[in-house]
């Protein structure tokens, strides 16, 4: 069969020459926004000019108890300087210019259930100069398991618990700094699953019934709605308190790498609609029909490996979660598809920073891989066993349950396809472990794809960064 297009994809840590069928359709996302050429100036006035909110100094004054709390460095790309670093520098002077006094500011990393960072993680986020002036009483990590930092906020109507750092209710004036990557990230999510503790995050992050609405899609995503009924409750329980949170949204663009191309601030759910308003400008593409087999040719680069290791199991959430779900609508491929994982599959593990993750890899997965069958029998047992516990709250390890959410999300994909393929693993077995097929190369995936389908077959190639979302119409 002849694969007359030729263009460029990941393949773990390299860039390498892909050979493709006549007829791939090949995404690309919009041309990149231009950047911002004042970003700390578009923070100062969205500070001042907020968005269905008071401006800040009229927020807060001397004596004022004030938290800021900011996405933790697996949230979005580090930007140098970064974003984070800029508008929180921007809203600290500010406050100090109100009267704030800064032993009555306490800056949180909302890490949830990711890892603790350590000290010069942090300075890359936030700059030597706020990592080196604030001491670690005043600028630490959220912790998910410390039951005197967390507050129990009661449940939405359905039942869902609300708990969250104690900081986002018992401080004068709550803010937040948000670097938005992608139309899952921000808004809410970053204080009701950021700030928030296993009781609360296990209810949205356990095994769905496959639904096939991605979290990409803000206007059909059963997450997001979750998100918004629990932000509903903060929300009213820090009105009653005559309180309002405050958040402050850097978006990025397309660019590589990427840029910040606009600064939203003030109220929460006003804010974060402007930003989806531009994110839906920079990566929303039309595409129309679904294909016979999606192309994911992917890196060694994902949320949860920084400043450590990608494993197996980061990698399938990366192309059947992440990749797979970068869609509004239909998936990009029909439903009995076939989906081809181009990537240098390995079973390395990070036991320091992933302590959870290889016993799940090799005392689980032999026994079932059914997402639901896993959560019922084994996740209170990684929540709670004393070694991941100690791992998470001081030794800078995720959370025990963690890679369960990470297997979570292969729910939907492994329903809706025919067939799961790696193409080129170094490992072979790592995929047969998995659950996944495997071939030697990317020509022989392909060829099993004619197989199943015809020479003839439709081919989506989705290269992924940067970040294109389709808009699929059947």
Request: charged share 20%; net charge negative; proline share 9%.
């Amino acid at each position: 069969m002849k694969r007359p297009i030729v263009c460029e994809g990941f393949y773990g840590d390299e860039v390498v020459p892909l050979a493709l069928p006549e007829g791939t359709r090949i995404l690309r996302p919009p041309p990149p926004h231009a950047p911002l050429a004042d970003v700390e100036g578009a923070v100062r006035a969205a500070l001042q000019a907020p968005i269905a909110h008071r401006p800040v100094r009229e927020l807060v004054g001397r004596g004022a108890r004030v938290a800021i709390a900011f996405d933790d460095p697996a949230v979005a790309p580090m930007t140098d300087p970064d974003f984070r670093e800029i508008a929180i520098g921007a809203l600290l002077q500010e406050l100090t210019e109100a009267g704030v006094r800064p032993g009555d500011i306490r800056l949180i990393c909302a890490n949830a259930l990711h890892r603790k960072w350590m000290r010069f993680e942090l300075a890359r986020i936030l700059g030597q100069g706020i990592t080196t002036f604030w001491p670690p009483h005043r600028l630490y990590c959220h912790d998910a398991e410390d039951p005197t930092e967390l507050c129990h906020l009661g449940e939405t109507e359905r039942g869902i618990e609300v708990e969250v750092n104690r900081a986002v209710v018992e401080a004068d004036q709550f803010f937040y700094v948000n670097l938005t990557l992608t139309p899952m990230n921000g808004g809410w999510k970053s204080i009701v699953v950021g700030l928030s503790s296993f009781r609360s995050i296990r209810h949205h992050h356990r095994p769905f019934p496959a639904t096939g609405h991605s979290i990409m899609d803000p206007k059909r995503s059963a997450f997001r709605k979750i998100l918004w009924e629990m932000g509903d409750l903060l929300i009213a329980r820090l009105a009653s308190e005559g309180k309002k949170p405050f958040t402050i949204e850097g978006v990025l663009n397309s660019a590589t790498p990427p840029q910040i191309a606009a600064v939203h601030a003030g109220s929460i759910p006003e804010v974060h609609e402007k930003t989806l308003e531009f994110l839906a400008t920079q990566q929303s593409v039309p595409v129309t029909g679904q294909s016979d087999a999606l192309l994911l040719s992917l890196p060694n680069q994902d949320p949860y490996s920084q400043f450590s290791t990608i494993n197996p199991l980061l990698v399938t959430n990366l192309a059947l979660a992440y990749s797979f779900g970068l869609y509004e609508g239909v998936p990009l491929v029909r439903e009995g598809g076939v989906l081809i994982i181009h990537h240098p599959l390995s079973d390395t593990f990070d036991d320091a920073r992933h302590p959870a993750y290889r016993p799940f890899y090799e005392e689980i997965l032999p026994e079932t891989k059914d997402p639901f069958e896993i959560w019922d029998r084994y996740v209170e047992d990684y929540a709670h066993r004393p070694e991941f516990l100690h791992r998470y709250r001081y030794a800078y390890g995720f959370h025990g349950t963690h890679p369960f959410f990470m297997w979570n999300s292969t729910n939907f994909p492994r329903r809706h396809l025919g067939r799961i393929v790696f193409a080129a693993p170094r490992k072979p077995e790592v995929a047969q472990w998995l659950g996944f097929e495997s071939f030697p190369s990317l020509d022989a995936a392909l060829d099993s794809v004619a197989a199943d389908f015809g020479n003839g077959f439709s081919l989506t190639y989705h290269p992924t960064l940067p970040i294109t979302i389709a808009r699929v119409c059947p």
